[in-house]
C-alpha cells in the first residue's frame, strides 16, 4: 500500500499494510484487501487504498494517488506506476533494503534514544488468545492489533512477507523520514501465530512529554477478485510495458510537481 507523500504521510507509513505474496511452490488464492486509515477523532479516512493478489503478484492502488505499485516477488522488484505522466521506475528489493540498513545503522549512532529505538524497537508483548488481539508497548510506540488466526499458513506468509517489504518500500519514498522497524516487530509477532490483521491501532509518542498520535488502520479482507479488480490489474500491467521507464530520482520528481 502506498501512502501519501507530505503531511500525515509521515505517521500513515508506519500503518501501511501491504499484501504478500511469496513466491514458493505453494500460493494462497487470488484475494483483495481493501485498507482505510484514520486519525484519532475523524470519521473520514485520511487514506484509502486497495491491494489485489493475482497469479503472483501484488497490485496496490492508493484512493487519493495516480499512482500504482505493482510487486513481483519472482524477480524481487516494485513497478512503480505515475498515472498522470505516463513514466515508471523498477526498484529492485535489494536497493529498499540496502537503503533501509544504512538507516539502521545511522538511527543506531545517533545520540538520541528515541531515534535509536526505532533502529532496534523493543516492546512488551501481550496475545490475547480468546479476543484475538496482539499488543506490542513501549513509551513511545505502542500497537494493538485485531487479527485473524489463518487455518493455512501460506497466506499469512505471503501476507507478511510483503507487508514487510512495503514497509521498507515507504521508507525510501518518505526519504528515510520513518524507519520501519517498529512495523517490522509487529509483523514477525503475527507471523508466529499465523495471524493476519483486520484492525490495527497505532500510538506514537516520540517525546515523553507530548501529546501522543493516533491512528487505525481498518482492512477488509476479500477472498475473491471482481471483474472491476481483474480489469485494475490489466490495466496496471499494460501500463508496465508502456509507460516510458525514468531513474528513480526522475520519478519522484515527477509525482511532487504539480499537474499543469
Known amino acids: 500500500m502506498k501512502t501519501t507523500r507530505n503531511g500525515l504521510g509521515l505517521a500513515i507509513a508506519a500503518l501501511a499494510v501491504f499484501v504478500v ?16 486509515i484514520y486519525v484519532e477523532g475523524q470519521t473520514e479516512p485520511v487514506s484509502t487504498s486497495t491491494t489485489l493478489f493475482h497469479e503472483g503478484n501484488v497490485y496496490d492502488f492508493l484512493g487519493n494517488m495516480p499512482e500504482a505499485v505493482i510487486y513481483r516477488p519472482a524477480s524481487q522488484k516494485f513497478v512503480l506506476l505515475d498515472l498522470r505522466r505516463g513514466v515508471r521506475v523498477e ?21 538520541d534514544p528515541q531515534i535509536q529505538f526505532l533502529a532496534d524497537p523493543k ?10 488481539r496482539l499488543r506490542l508497548a513501549s513509551a513511545t ?10 487455518t493455512d499458513k501460506v497466506t499469512t506468509r505471503e501476507y507478511i512477507t510483503f507487508a514487510d517489504a512495503d514497509a521498507k518500500l515507504n521508507t ?5 523520514a520513518r524507519p520501519p522497524f517498529p512495523r517490522l516487530a509487529l509483523n514477525a509477532a503475527l507471523l508466529r501465530r499465523n495471524a493476519t490483521p483486520n484492525e490495527i491501532n497505532l ?8 501529546p ?22 490489466r490495466n496496471a500491467e499494460y501500463f508496465a510495458t508502456k509507460f516510458k521507464a525514468v531513474d528513480f530520482a526522475d520519478y519522484q520528481r515527477s509525482m511532487q510537481e504539480p499537474t499543469r
Not at 525510501?172 to 528515510?176: M, T, V, Y
Not at 501522543?212 to 490489474?233: A, F, G, Q, V
Request: with cysteine; glycine share 4%; proline share 4%.
Open 203 to 210: 500510538t506514537m509518542r516520540p517525546k515523553i512529554a507530548a
Open 123 to 132: 516492546f512488551g508483548e501481550a496475545w490475547d488468545p480468546i479476543r484475538c
Open 172 to 176: 525510501i519514498l518518505q526519504g528515510g
Open 141 to 150: 510506540y505502542s500497537y494493538e492489533a485485531g487479527a485473524t488466526i489463518r
Open 21 to 36: 505474496i511469496s513466491h514458493s511452490a505453494a500460493q494462497a488464492d487470488e484475494f483483495c484487501v481493501k485498507n482505510s
Open 91 to 111: 526498484l529492485p528489493l535489494s536497493t529498499v533494503t540496502d537503503f533501509v540498513e544504512e538507516l539502521r545503522k545511522k538511527a543506531m549512532a545517533s545520540s
Open 212 to 233: 501522543p498520535t493516533k491512528l487505525t488502520s481498518r482492512h477488509k479482507w476479500t477472498m475473491e477478485l471482481t471483474e472491476e479488480d481483474l480489469k485494475r490489474i
